[in-house]
């Protein structure tokens, strides 16, 4: 963008922005109704026109936009990931991400030993941070690991730590004979709700309240074939290793343990994960004294808590996959 690598990575933090400034200002939802000027549009999102011409051209420049004599409109990427009812709309990411901001600017005083000088990230809704969390999982996340699961012998799944239930989602549709229950914090299955009843599936998930960090989840009626653990062992070890032994009072006999998250550590080429390695500094710039884990370690803590790992490996460029069974 920018004429070579190292000038195309430096100045990203200017491309981003001014991406992130009309994605939260919802130009690209505006546009689908139409073509529009840099004036209409102003109208449209409460801003001063000269600025946001600057910022509309700017997006144009990079392929975001496309723009006829004084009208814009969407290009074909933007129409997929920046129009708030695609199915990949990435917006709910991009409000976490330039909420955090602040605290990525502290990331040379944490290195250098002044964590106490982070600045905190801006407050962010939680159904804001669940649907941020559910746009990643619709980038290739949810469809692999249902691709990578055979959960065909299976009648009862729980989700522990569910946010959106997406996950459960593409399980259930890959699966007709799966029933999941999804257990998360009273707001985040708000949100979950929603999505379970958009894929009309409200008829074999349930949801049911719990703090998946107190040790004391609420057990099913009867015990479950599967517990998927997604997005959810990041803590330190007494929470980890807690939320384990819950997953393993919720299973039955041989049942399954899956566990899906953004670690770091190589892939079998010997390649490293880049999300993974950012994930883990953002991990630290929200707590400096937490335990990053690894995938040795995680797998350590499950055998510990008494199941077998069945297998460990990439799920996608992003993220990796462990299943384990209840001996």
């Known amino acids: ?29 505006y546009l689908v109704e139409r073509p529009m000027t840099a004036e209409e549009l102003a109208d449209k999102t409460g801003t001063v026109p000269r600025y946001l011409a600057a910022v509309l051209d700017a997006n144009t420049a990079m392929g975001f ?14 129409d997929i990931y920046l129009v708030e009812e695609s199915p990949q709309y990435l917006g709910d990411i991009i409000e976490v991400l330039s909420a955090e901001a602040p605290t990525w600017d502290g990331l040379v005083d944490m290195v250098s030993g002044r964590a106490g000088s982070l600045k905190p990230s801006g407050e962010v809704p939680p159904h804001r941070f669940t649907m941020a969390m559910n746009n990643l999982a619709m980038m290739g996340e949810a469809h692999a690991l249902a691709n990578a699961l055979d959960l065909s012998g299976a009648k009862e799944m729980v989700d522990v ?39 009309n599936l409200g008829d074999r998930v349930t949801t049911r309240a719990a703090d998946i960090t107190s040790g004391r989840l609420p057990l099913p009626l009867e015990e479950s074939d599967a517990v998927l653990l997604s997005d959810v062992l990041y803590q330190e070890e007494s929470v980890c290793t807690g939320i ?36 883990n500094i953002h991990q630290l710039l929200s707590d400096p004294d937490r335990e990053i884990i690894s995938l ?29 069974k209840k001996c």
């Open 161 to 199: 730590g569910c946010g959106s239930g997406i996950y459960t989602v593409f399980l259930c549709r890959r699966f007709p004979g799966l029933r999941a229950a999804l257990l998360d914090r009273a707001e985040v299955l708000e949100t979950s709700r929603e999505i379970v009843n958009k894929h």
């Open 244 to 279: 384990l032994r819950s997953a393993y009072e919720l299973l039955k006999p041989g049942g399954t343990l899956v566990v899906r998250g953004y670690y770091s550590d190589a892939h079998p080429d010997g390649s490293q994960s880049v999300f993974g390695a950012l994930f």
């Open 65 to 78: 936009l496309l723009k006829k004599e004084d009208r814009y409109r969407n290009s074909s990427l933007s």
């Open 1 to 29: 963008m920018f004429g070579n690598q190292m000038l195309s990575m430096i100045f990203a933090p200017w491309a981003a922005d001014t991406l992130f400034c009309a994605a939260r200002l919802k130009v690209f939802t």
């Open 296 to 324: 040795p370690l995680l797998s350590q803590w499950i055998e510990q808590t008494g199941f077998t790992i069945l297998k460990q490996f990439p799920l996608t460029e992003r993220s990796y996959c462990l299943t384990a």
